[in-house]
């Protein structure tokens, strides 16, 4: 079974900036897709930003030009780099890795919490 670490959530105001990572327990070369979702309290979960193996990366509506998602190969991580964070992107956040061009992925991380104060 493939594990996903997730780190660097947190407490950040509104306006601010966080940077998540992921690592998974085997080569990151064996994900199609390395992606970021995110569940807030009551809401389903949703697909924040996807990073493709063959290239390219697709984003929410919700936040296109304020996130980016990049895989470094050499460190076997996926990064969410959150800027102009808002309230609304209060939840908890999920690593997710999908081995073929479905998502989800069966392989899922445990989740870290962020909190956008306004």
């Known amino acids: 079974q493939v594990q996903l670490v997730e780190s660097g959530g947190g407490l950040v105001q509104a306006g601010g900036s966080m940077r998540l990572s992921c690592v998974p327990s085997?080569?990151?070369?064996?994900?199609?897709?390395m992606a970021w979702y995110r569940q807030a309290p009551g809401n389903q979960r949703e697909l924040v930003a996807t990073?493709?193996?063959?290239?390219?990366?697709a984003y929410a509506d919700s936040v296109k030009g304020r996130f980016t998602i990049s895989r470094d190969n050499v460190k076997n991580t996926v990064y969410l780099q959150m800027n102009s964070l808002k309230p609304e992107d209060t939840a908890v956040y999920y690593c997710?890795?999908?081995?073929?061009?479905?998502?989800?992925?069966?392989?899922w991380g445990q989740g870290t919490q962020v909190t956008v104060s306004s």
């Open positions: 997710n890795g999908a081995r073929w061009s479905t998502l989800p992925g069966d392989s």
């Open positions: 990073d493709i193996r063959s290239g390219g990366t």
């Open positions: 085997e080569s990151i070369f064996g994900f199609y897709h």
